[in-house]
């Protein structure tokens, strides 16, 4: 059992998971994980495992595969985190979700967090710069954000495969998604509004919202919206 607190994992180069490999239970909280890059796949995170991901930002990581951001195989939370300027070859820049060892799915579960500006370079035309769910994967996004992907330089679908959406999200390209849940309170835009990211003294990263981004008091009231 790790937990990681208040850390910075940069500038490392790997086969897989550059910046961080979990294959047990791990936690981690207010951490900057940027600039790692792979020969294959997880340049930011590689899951194999139970993880926890709070308050943290995967920040422009390169992966020549699959997951630029994070490659999950496990059982993966993110909460108020950022996800963003990741890039990848093949599967999701941002996150590629599936094929996992719990038993045989991966499950992962986002809330109050940003997916922005995620790529796809030379890529095909099965692969988004968001998120990548496998079919017999599991991912739930709760009042989070997954907006302006790109594949070659080209705005494209800001996820592929099925998303449950439990209410409150923004999403900019939905084709190539099939949306399920309750999906009444999400708002679908190609502008979200976000102002230039801002790195706070601990480095990590945020989006603000601009005065006429439509997320502005559009999350969900109740806690822990």
């Not at 993966?76 to 038993?103: E, Q």
């Not at 998120?131 to 996820?159: F, G, K, Q, R, T």
């Not at 309750?182 to 230039?196: C, N, Q, R």
């Amino acid at each position: 059992n790790v937990i990681i607190r208040y850390a910075s994992f940069q500038f490392n180069h790997a086969h897989n998971g550059a910046g961080l490999m979990n294959v047990g239970d791990m936690h981690i909280q207010h951490t900057l994980i940027a600039n790692n890059t792979t020969t294959d796949a997880g340049a930011g995170v590689r899951n194999d495992g139970a993880l926890e991901i709070e308050s943290s930002s995967i920040f422009e990581n390169s992966a020549s595969g699959q997951g630029g951001g994070i490659e999950n195989h496990g059982i993966l939370s993110i909460r108020n985190s950022t996800i963003a300027r990741n890039v990848a070859t093949s599967g999701g820049g941002a996150i590629y979700n599936g094929y996992g060892f719990y038993p045989d799915s991966a499950l992962l579960t986002l809330n109050n967090t940003t997916v922005f500006a995620n790529e796809i370079v030379s890529g095909g035309s099965e692969t988004t710069g968001g998120i990548y769910n496998e079919p017999a994967s599991s991912v739930e996004l709760s009042n989070s954000m997954v907006a302006h992907s790109a594949v070659n330089d080209v705005a494209a679908a800001d996820c592929l495969g099925s998303i449950t959406s439990r209410g409150y999200n923004l999403f900019g390209i939905l084709e190539g998604c099939t949306l399920g849940g309750d999906s009444s309170t999400d708002i679908v835009t190609t502008e979200p509004g976000l102002g230039p990211y801002d790195v706070d003294p601990a480095g990590t990263v945020s989006y603000p919202l601009m005065p006429d981004s439509p997320a502005l008091d559009a999350g969900n009231p109740a806690a822990p919206g």
